[in-house]
């Protein structure tokens, strides 16, 4: 049985579709780490928790790392990948609540509304002292415009303000959906903003990226927020830009330190709170279960659809290569026993139908017998033409004559066994008139209407007379053109 040991408090029910999956969960969050993680086959995360290339080393039975929300700065990555262990996190689960709370620290931080309520608490009445701007009309630049960027550009737009977003990894036709303006680098955010928020990535390119240069280049009385990573801002730059007035206000959710007791709380310009962006009871719930499900699956040998450090497989070739996923893994493992030493290289040579590319594989599925209609695929019925029949949609030339061809083979057919009539000449098929559709439509109905002449005559044939005898014309009407004439 696989053991998975919880080292931060996640949601009760992830550890009950743990527990409910047949695996042995152990909550601890107290023991020495490094004494304990070698006894686990998979471990559960957040942010607290540093797991450092010299854990993971020691962790000689871990197969996965679950990461119950969003950033992986964390966790060692290249270690994990080293020792073929699957790292995965949660990234849809706190979107909301992060995007939620950094417009809750751009509001307060626009009003002081913190230090109007702690004035007021001491019993100060400070109405003067706490006035301040207002955000419609004010322009939010956006640095990273992932999941929780677009989101707080969504709701910063409702509040009427103008945003300007930087981000290389977002392709334009984005920017354009959501109504941001998209600038080519960062000092394009900073000339252009009132108001800024941060959403990067902690990376080696993005760490301390917010120093005293990029504070220069910013507009003066420029207001800060951040609710992404501590590290992403030197903290003693942005002290002296606050008190110098360059950065009119700070409004701060995490630190690069935490828990933080440093200079900027002295400050009455800044606005803090501790890391509670994500810390609401849904996000809470939705991390949990999400990164629970992860981590069973890849204990369970299936597709773990968050992994950060191995190829997701996309939906439309999960139904061709899903059945392989746990032979595929049980190959590995084989391959591993049976290799001596390090693997450097894999060579894979697929046969049968794995050797199709994707699209071969979707054009097959696509393709029906010869002689079936094609399918709307969103009605599953069959897709409409347009001909002289009153049908409306795509037009069907050719399928337009031949249905007026049998139709007229059908009226031919009736008229000759009903009377025997070797009058009804056989006409040469219709071909489309250049007009199009309406002067086909314009022959067929005067066609129709000399067969109903011609039906008339031959009832009126076959009618008898006052006498007992067949008058061939009594009561039959004048056919066109014909030269007929009616005999009394």
Not at 122 to 128: H, I, M, V, Y
Not at 179 to 193: I, K, P, Q
Not at 466 to 475: N, T, Y
């Amino acid at each position: 049985m696989s053991k998975i040991l919880v080292r931060e408090p996640i949601a009760e029910a992830g550890i009950r579709l743990l527990r409910d999956r047949g695996f042995e969960v152990e909550v601890d969050g107290d023991s020495n780490l490094a004494d304990t993680i070698g006894g686990y086959d998979a471990i559960i995360v957040r942010s607290a928790t540093k797991l450092t290339g010299d854990l993971i080393e020691r962790a000689d039975r871990l197969k996965v790392i679950g990461r119950a929300g969003v950033g992986i700065d964390n966790v060692d990555v290249e270690a994990a990948t080293r020792r073929g262990i699957i790292v995965a996190n949660a990234p849809e689960s706190t979107v909301v609540s992060a995007a939620e709370h950094t417009v809750g620290l751009l509001v307060a931080l626009a009003r002081n509304i913190p230090q109007a309520h702690a004035a007021l608490k001491q019993g100060r009445w400070e109405r003067k002292t706490y006035g301040g701007v207002e955000l419609a009309g004010k322009t939010l630049g956006v640095l990273g415009f992932g999941r929780i960027g677009q989101q707080v550009a969504r709701r910063a737009a409702g509040l009427g303000m103008h945003v300007v977003a930087y981000d290389p990894f977002v392709s334009p036709e984005r920017f354009r959906e959501l109504g941001v303006e998209r600038v080519e680098d960062e000092d394009g955010v900073y000339e252009a903003a009132d108001f800024i928020t941060l959403h990067l990535p902690l990376t080696d390119e993005t760490r301390a990226s917010i120093d005293a240069k990029a504070f220069a280049r910013m507009r003066d009385g420029v207001r800060i927020v951040n609710a992404a990573r501590g590290e992403l801002v030197d903290e003693a730059a942005l002290l002296e830009a606050l008190r110098s007035g360059k950065v009119a206000g700070a409004a701060l959710d995490v630190f690069s330190e935490e828990p933080y007791t440093g200079p900027l709380l002295e400050l009455d310009n800044v606005v803090v709170t501790p890391h509670l962006a994500a810390s609401t009871e849904e996000a809470q719930d939705r991390a949990g279960v999400i990164i629970a499900e992860q981590v069973a699956a890849a204990l369970e040998g299936g597709l773990v659809s968050n992994a950060v450090n191995i190829p997701v497989i996309g939906a439309e070739d999960l139904e061709v290569l899903g059945p392989y996923i746990p032979l595929a893994a049980k190959l590995g493992r084989l391959v591993m026993e049976l290799a001596e030493g390090r693997v450097e290289e894999l060579r894979l040579r697929p046969a049968g139908q794995l050797r199709q590319r994707p699209r071969d594989r979707r054009r097959a599925r696509r393709r029906r017998p010869r002689g079936t209609q094609p399918l709307d695929t969103r009605l599953h019925q069959p897709r409409p033409g347009r001909g002289g029949f009153g049908r409306r949609g795509p037009s069907r030339r050719g399928h337009d004559d031949r249905e007026r061809e049998q139709a007229l083979a059908r009226q031919r057919t009736r008229l000759r066994a009903r009377h025997g009539v070797g009058a009804v000449a056989r006409r040469a098929p219709l071909r489309r008139h250049p007009g199009g559709d309406r002067q086909g439509r314009d022959a067929v109905r005067r066609l129709g209407r000399q067969h109903r002449e011609h039906d008339g005559l031959a009832h009126a044939a076959r009618r008898p007379g006052p006498d007992g005898a067949v008058d061939r014309f009594a009561g039959a009407p004048r056919a066109r053109g014909a030269g007929a004439r009616r005999v009394r």
